[in-house]
Nanobody, 120 residues
Framework: QVQLVESGGGLVQAGGSLRLSCAASGTIFSSNFMAWYRRAPGKQRELVASINTGGSTNYADSLKGRFTISRDNAKNTVYLQMNSLKPEDTAVYYC??????????????WGQGTQVTVSS
């Protein structure tokens, strides 16, 4: 079952921009954290950015300043604005929703992923 639906990936030239979207049900969207992860060729999955219910954000140090995560509660959607894209940003990007209980992960939901390819 698809719990979250990502969209917005594609092929872009280096220096270009993309905006990824992740739509979720209201129940899933109420998760403590919504996040974007990515898996680049030959590398492990890494956290790109996260945002909690209060709107507080966290970014990978190497991406802060280029990427921006946001959420639209009315639309149950989280976004990832990616600017100044580089070839090393090429990866499959995944949307994640995590619910916590007493500080521990209780439920974890993943989208199918959307491919982002940045050409030189």
């Amino acid at each position: 079952q698809v719990q979250l639906v990502e969209s917005g990936g594609g092929l872009v030239q280096a220096g270009g921009s993309l905006r990824l979207s992740c739509a979720a049900s209201g129940t899933i969207f109420s998760s403590n954290f919504m996040a974007w992860y990515r898996r680049a060729p030959g590398k492990q999955r890494e956290l790109v950015a996260s945002i909690n219910t209060g709107g507080s954000t966290n970014y990978a140090d190497s991406l802060k300043g280029r990427f921006t995560i946001s959420r639209d509660n009315a639309k149950n959607t989280v976004y990832l604005q990616m600017n100044s894209l580089k070839p090393e940003d090429t990866a499959v990007y995944y949307c994640n929703a995590r619910k916590l209980q007493f500080g521990l992960a209780r439920d974890d939901y993943w989208g199918q992923g959307t491919q982002v390819t940045v050409s030189s």
